[in-house]
């Protein structure tokens, strides 16, 4: 007895009778209404959250040793040792498709002046797969934690910012320039960042500043102090970096955070959208302006997040939305 009834497959192939040009039209429609209906689909797709580049904030390691060659000609300044961990305060900028592609073509158009005797400018805007990448304004150096010293700084910085009274506010990044680093190893093109009214970023930065100095290290765009550091090997300073503690850390702080007795440090923030193994030509920095069209462009950021990376782990803090005052909490 058959459990399943099969269809008779001894038929001759003379029963398969060609398409006729009413199938072959249907087939034709119903394949445009199906490539349609996923395009559709996938146009009304959300956008991905912006906490989803803090997943991939790295670069996956693609050797066991530092190699200059697979970085574009980068060198570490400072070598890598377990247990020491890279940081970075920084604040995130996200651009728009089209505001990342304008400032793509800017880079470009700016390395096409170039002359063939100096290094390519390399773009921060997209990645080697040509996704947008987002974009900082540093409120650190890069610094070096230790292991034990990771927990006590982001909790340092996290009730530094809730204590700030600093709300959120917006900036407006206009201007192209060339910015070296510290060791002059590097140049980079940036957009520079106007002044706010309330001097936010620079309230931000000595938050900043503040808890990088007591874990004994160099502050960003100060001068800088007689510290110890902690950013020795494992097994050479350690007993100098213990007294660092995490009480020292969350320690009340001396100065009080207000702008009308902060320094205005506006001229100093920038964002980086390219760099370069070499100065620029002289030339260049004086006709880019004209020749990139830079002059009639501005960008107006809302900056409510400040971001902290160790490691390749990254930790976002909120801005307070209410701030408060001699009679209470005023809110948004």
């Not at 459990?3 to 445009?32: C, F, H, I, K």
């Not at 146009?43 to 693609?62: G, I, K």
């Not at 020491?84 to 470009?108: F, G, K, M």
């Not at 260049?284 to 971001?307: A, C, F, P, Q, R």
Request: proline residues 7%; negative net charge.
């Amino acid at each position: 007895m058959a459990l399943v009834d099969y269809p008779d497959s001894g038929g001759s192939d003379d029963d398969t009778s060609p398409p006729t040009e009413t199938d072959v039209a249907t087939t034709n429609r119903q394949g445009t209404l199906k490539r349609k209906r996923d395009h559709d689909e996938l146009s009304t797709l959300p956008p991905l959250p912006l906490s989803f580049h803090d997943l991939y904030a790295s670069n996956a390691r693609t050797a066991s040793q530092d190699d200059p060659r697979l970085h574009a000609g980068r060198q570490r300044l400072t070598p890598h040792v377990e247990g020491n961990w890279p940081t970075h305060v920084y604040i995130e900028w996200c651009p728009s498709q089209t505001e990342s592609d304008r400032l793509h073509e800017l880079v470009a158009g700016v390395g096409g002046d170039q002359s063939t005797a100096h290094s390519p400018i390399h773009s921060l805007l997209k990645s080697d797969l040509g996704a947008s990448l987002p974009l900082h304004i540093s409120l650190s150096r890069p610094i070096t934690l230790l292991t034990h010293q990771r927990e006590a700084f982001n909790d340092a910085l996290a009730l530094s910012i809730s204590r700030s009274n600093i709300r959120p506010f917006d900036i407006c990044a206009r201007g192209l320039d060339w910015v070296a680093n510290q060791e002059n190893t590097r140049w980079f093109l940036v957009l520079r960042i106007g002044h706010t009214p309330k001097n936010e970023l620079t309230r931000l930065l000595q938050l900043s500043n503040e808890v990088v100095e007591n874990i004994g290290q160099q502050p960003l765009y100060e001068e800088p102090h007689l510290i110890p550091s902690v950013s020795q090997p494992r097994g050479q300073d350690q007993r100098a970096s213990r007294k660092l503690d995490r009480s020292t850390m969350l320690r009340p702080k001396s100065r009080k955070v207000d702008s009308s007795h902060t320094v205005d440090l506006s001229s100093r923030f920038h964002i980086s959208i390219g760099w370069s193994l070499t100065p620029p030509p002289a030339d260049l920095d004086l006709t880019m302006k004209h020749e990139t069209g830079i002059s009639d462009i501005s960008y107006k950021i809302h900056i409510n997040l400040v971001k902290v990376k160790i490691g390749n782990g990254v930790t976002a803090y909120s801005l307070p939305s209410k701030v408060e005052t001699s009679n209470g909490i005023l809110g948004t």
